[in-house]
C-alpha cells in the first residue's frame, strides 16, 4: 500500500480547531467543575473576559445597580466596563451574599481561600492557574481539545452567532478593533445555512 503524501504547511494551518462548545456541552462543562472554580467558568462563558481579567476582578469592580464589572486594565492596555450577563449575576450574587457583602477585596479565590496567581507572573506564555481544574472538568465532561483561553472564544462566537453586532462585541470583549473580532469568531455550519436561509 503506497504511503500517503504529505500535508503540505499551507493545508496544515488550514484546518482550524474549532473553539466554542454547543450550548448543552458547554452547560455540561461549567457544572463538572469544581464547585470553587464554577463561579469563574459561568464568568469566562457569559462575560467574554479573558481568564486574567477574571481573576483580577474586585468586589469594589463590580456596580450592582449598573449591572457592570468594571475592568481596569484589559489586554489592549485600555479599560472597559462590561455588562454583566444574567447568569454570572446570579453567580457573583451568590458568592457575593455567602462573605457577606463585601466592598473590595479579589472576587474569585482558591479553595484555600487564597486569591489565584496572576496569569501575568507565568514564565509560560498562556499559563493559567486553572489549567488543571479546567482539563478535570473537561475529563468529566467528556470534552477534548477546549483550552480555559478557548472560553474567550467561545463567548465571541456565541455572541455572533446570537446576531450581535460586531461593534457591541468589541467594546464588551476588550479588543481593539473589528478586525480582531472577526478574528476570534468563529460560527457554526448550521449557523451559516440558517443566515443564509434568510436570503430572499
Known amino acids: 500500500m503506497p504511503a500517503l503524501p504529505k500535508r503540505s504547511p499551507h493545508e496544515r494551518k488550514v484546518k482550524k480547531r474549532v473553539r466554542w462548545l454547543p450550548s448543552k456541552r458547554a452547560h455540561l462543562l461549567i457544572f463538572s467543575y ?11 462563558r457569559w462575560q467574554g473576559l479573558r481568564i486574567g481579567e ?8 463590580v456596580n450592582w445597580k449598573a449591572n457592570s464589572i468594571f475592568i481596569p486594565e484589559s489586554k489592549n492596555g485600555e ?22 457583602s463585601p466592598t473590595e477585596g479579589i472576587v474569585f479565590v482558591t479553595n484555600r481561600g487564597k486569591p489565584y496567581r496572576d496569569p501575568r507572573d507565568y514564565k509560560v506564555p498562556s499559563g493559567s492557574p486553572i489549567k488543571k481544574a479546567h482539563a478535570t472538568a473537561c475529563k468529566r465532561a467528556g470534552i477534548v481539545d477546549f483550552h480555559v483561553h478557548d472560553w474567550w472564544r467561545h463567548w465571541a462566537s456565541r455572541c455572533v452567532m446570537a446576531g450581535i453586532d460586531l461593534e457591541t462585541i468589541r467594546q464588551e470583549g476588550g479588543w481593539k478593533s473589528l478586525r480582531m473580532v472577526e478574528r476570534y469568531a468563529t460560527v457554526s455550519a448550521a449557523h451559516r445555512s440558517r443566515a443564509m436561509a434568510k436570503l430572499k
Open 34 to 44: 469544581a464547585a470553587h472554580v464554577q463561579p469563574v467558568a459561568i464568568t469566562l
Open 54 to 61: 477574571a481573576l483580577r476582578v474586585d468586589w469594589s469592580h
Open 79 to 100: 479599560s472597559r466596563s462590561a455588562r454583566m450577563h444574567p447568569k454570572t449575576r446570579t453567580a457573583l450574587h451568590r458568592l457575593w451574599v455567602a462573605r457577606g
